[in-house]
């Protein structure tokens, strides 16, 4: 029985389940294997934040009532609703059973509560409700929120009746692009970049029982050189009489118990710390107590890792350091959105599978793309050992009405607030190329942005723009070159990194969103992977010879019409062979670039070439062919505007020919198979030498090295003169060529 029949019948069960709640799945262009697992009476159980645990909390996910809104509508209280909707699941979601956009939607459903909360506050929360929300209880508005990323909870004890079912009731506002909010990649239209928009609750709801006098939150700042921890505990209500009991546990042994106050801060020695880090992700646990009249009145537990992400300088540039040392961080850009579920994973097993694909690719980060994910997500990152760049989602994405700069501000602060305790976290990007920069720059300058996050959190780097515009501010200069990445450096006191590149178009027809209409770049796993690797490549060369500190591959995964992800929108397959991208990545981050230059190029210093635009004879590149009727002009040739290459002779043409003899000394066998040519080229390039055919190179890059194949290493000869011919072909764009010889040892 094919997989697909399979999911079929077990999406059909699921349903048949449900019938009886009134509530039925829809069916989404793709489905992940994880919708069949979805239990509507109890869907996402687990508690949804890891840096904060209560035993005692209910779980209001599951199965709601649900109707449609209009403008000035005042609540229905007291009404029953005729549709049903799967909570937290986007309206717009197949799992939600709803499967349509709404801009204004409502939300009812009741619940008891337990009767050993007597004498608690009762908080309810919401992990997140895209955009503008009202929750009423028992027929009283008991607050509005407006943010689409950022959890928030009332204190409903004054609003609750007697001992029997509550009435709750959510009313939702989302004006997809046409609000200025931040949205991150949501569009109801558009070009394919943008998606399925993820209206209404999509995180968990729940209820806990909380002290009058109780921990509210913390912050947990870990500070390796200083071998300590920095830990606030935050009460809510009359604090006098009360204290703080710690204890630090490793590996379930309390190591460290200590008292203080609360809303002080707190510094904990952690001698001889295990640090954390993508190798060794190791968590201490963490327990909070208030203490009045020497017994608990609440208790959470926690936990932390101990890191430090700084600038430091190596070899002369300025680097991106983890726990004071160098670490090259390469990962994909991770959109987080889901065929089924769009902004919510079916089950937290899938929410953990993207994660544990990317660790088992050998990635050691994840660029988290204009979305702010649910807390467990950040629990997985931590757990599993990632380092996190931390995207704030655009509000202004290729479309749609200018910028809200405040609002943008706003939330921009709760997701630094909100996310300050999770190890992974490394870096706040602001902005993603200039999606709302331009609007939000009339009232809120990209640099006053970006000193704001470096003040809200001095303890993580700062990327003010990740693609464009730069301004010089925070810590990264961080480009988006496509396909292949490219090292542009920024201030002085910047690390480079690539923030995106690749995104190979590549569709795997069993597991597409939409038939028609599919860019296709490679068409089999094996041009895939080479592509893949050409780049991988090319970052040991950036790494090693640009100071670069890190990349950004796109993508993870397809998403609906964009089909350059490593693995199916459906997580059902890879593109190619897991293995050797992983071989690939470890090879770019772990290992180190030796280059010694046999024939120089012209990126530091022009050198003399024979060169022609016209077509020659059809034996231009045999090394005994008669060049003299050739000009003589100093490489690089190039366009003016071309990226990352200087002009040496200017290059406008479709076509160019190039011709030059150069004497190579003794080599041995070692420094035969460590050649490579040192090249830059816009578009197509054949290179042969000595009439042999050494590299044939498609598309364009900038400087990077390419193999010589084993007849070119044949038919050099050492201590004698030697020819290399080269044309290049150019059809759009900019344009250049420039190539070298180099001996290329990795260590």
């Not at 999406?11 to 799945?25: K, P, T, Y």
């Not at 009767?115 to 955009?131: E, I, N, P, T």
């Not at 012209?602 to 022609?612: E, L, Y």
């Not at 990077?704 to 044949?714: L, R």
């Amino acid at each position: 029985m094919t997989r697909t029949i399979l999911l079929l019948l077990s999406l059909l069960a699921l349903n048949l389940n449900a019938l009886a709640q009134g509530w039925e799945m829809k069916r989404a262009p793709l489905m992940t294997r994880w919708a069949a697992k979805v239990d509507p009476k109890n869907p996402l159980p687990e508690y949804p934040r890891p840096q904060l645990v209560r035993e005692r909390w209910m779980n209001l996910n599951g199965v709601w009532q649900f109707q449609p809104g209009s403008p000035n509508e005042t609540a229905p209280i007291g009404k029953a609703f005729s549709e049903k909707i799967l909570v937290p699941y986007p309206v717009e979601s197949a799992i939600s059973g709803v499967m349509k956009h709404y801009e204004r939607i409502w939300y009812r459903r009741s619940f008891t509560v337990p009767s050993d909360w007597k004498g608690q506050r009762v908080m309810l929360h919401f992990g997140a409700v895209d955009w503008e929300s009202e929750v009423f209880v028992n027929g009283k508005s008991v607050g509005v929120h407006r943010g689409g990323y950022d959890p928030f909870s009332y204190d409903i004890t004054p609003y609750l009746s007697g001992k029997g079912s509550q009435e709750l009731i959510v009313r939702v506002f989302d004006p997809a692009e046409n609000g200025g909010q931040p949205r991150g990649k949501q569009a109801t239209r558009g070009i394919d970049i943008m998606y399925t928009p993820s209206t209404g609750i999509w995180q968990t709801v729940w209820l806990e029982p909380v002290p009058k006098t109780g921990i509210d939150n913390l912050k947990i700042t870990p500070d390796s050189a200083g071998s300590s921890l920095k830990l606030r505990v935050n009460t809510t209500g009359y604090a006098k009489g009360v204290s703080v009991a710690i204890q630090v546990k490793a590996l379930g042994k309390t190591i460290r118990s200590t008292v203080g106050k609360p809303n002080t801060e707190v510094t904990i020695p952690i001698p001889n710390a295990r640090l954390w880090s993508p190798d060794d992700p190791f968590l201490y646990d963490l327990s909070v107590s208030l203490i009045r009249d020497k017994k608990a009145v609440d208790s959470i537990s926690s936990y932390f890792g101990m890191r430090t992400i700084s600038l430091g300088v190596e070899d002369g540039v300025r680097k991106l350091f983890l726990n004071g040392k160098f670490v090259f961080q390469l990962g994909a850009l991770d959109q987080g959105f889901w065929p089924d579920g769009i902004y919510t994973a079916p089950t937290d097993e899938a929410l953990k599978y993207d994660l544990e694909q990317q660790k088992a690719l050998g990635f050691n980060m994840i660029r988290k793309h204009v979305k702010v994910e649910p807390q467990r997500w950040y629990y997985w990152a931590d757990k599993l050992g990632f380092l996190v760049w931390q995207d704030m989602p655009t509000a202004q994405s290729y479309g749609g009405v200018e910028a809200d700069a405040q609002q943008y501000k706003v939330e921009l602060t709760r997701m630094v607030q909100t996310h300050h305790n999770s190890p992974s976290i490394i870096m706040w990007v602001v902005y993603n190329e200039n999606c709302g920069q331009n609007a939000i720059n009339k009232t809120i300058s990209t640099p006053a942005l970006a000193n704001m996050v470096k003040r809200l959190d001095p303890s993580r780097m700062v990327n003010e723009a990740s693609g464009y515009d730069w301004y010089g501010s925070g810590d990264i200069a961080d480009s988006h070159t496509y396909p292949a990445p490219n090292a542009i450096p920024g201030k002085p006191n910047q690390a480079i990194v690539s923030g995106e590149f690749g995104a190979t178009k590549y569709p795997l027809n069993a597991h597409l969103w939409s038939q028609t209409n599919n860019v296709v770049e490679v068409t089999t796993a094996s041009e895939y992977l080479q592509r893949y690797e050409r780049y991988a490549n090319k970052l040991l060369f950036l790494k090693s010879t640009r100071g670069m500190s890190g990349a950004v591959y796109t993508q993870i995964t397809d998403v609906e019409r964009e089909l350059n992800g490593i693995l199916t929108y459906d997580r059902a397959a890879f593109k190619t062979d897991p293995e050797k991208i992983r071989r690939a990545n470890l090879n770019a981050i772990k290992k180190q670039l030796l280059i010694t230059p046999v024939l120089p190029n012209s990126h530091q210093q022009g050198q003399a070439w024979k060169f022609t635009t016209t077509a020659p004879a059809s034996s231009w590149y045999q090394g005994g062919f008669d060049d003299s009727g050739w000009n003589t002009a100093k490489a690089p040739f190039a366009s003016e505007g071309t990226p990352d290459i200087k002009i040496g002779t200017p290059w406008n043409s479709s076509d160019i020919w190039l011709r030059k003899q150069f004497k190579l000394g003794s080599l041995s066998a070692a420094d035969l198979k460590s050649l490579v040519f040192d090249l830059y080229h816009d578009e197509d390039c054949e290179i042969y030498l000595n009439g042999v055919l050494a590299a044939s190179v498609k598309g364009y890059s900038t400087y990077t090295v390419v193999p010589i194949n084993a007849a070119g290493k044949k038919a050099l000869i050492p201590n004698g003169t030697n020819t290399i011919a080269v044309h290049c072909h150019q059809t759009e764009g900019g344009q250049g060529i420039d190539v070298g010889i180099s001996k290329q040892i990795v260590k």
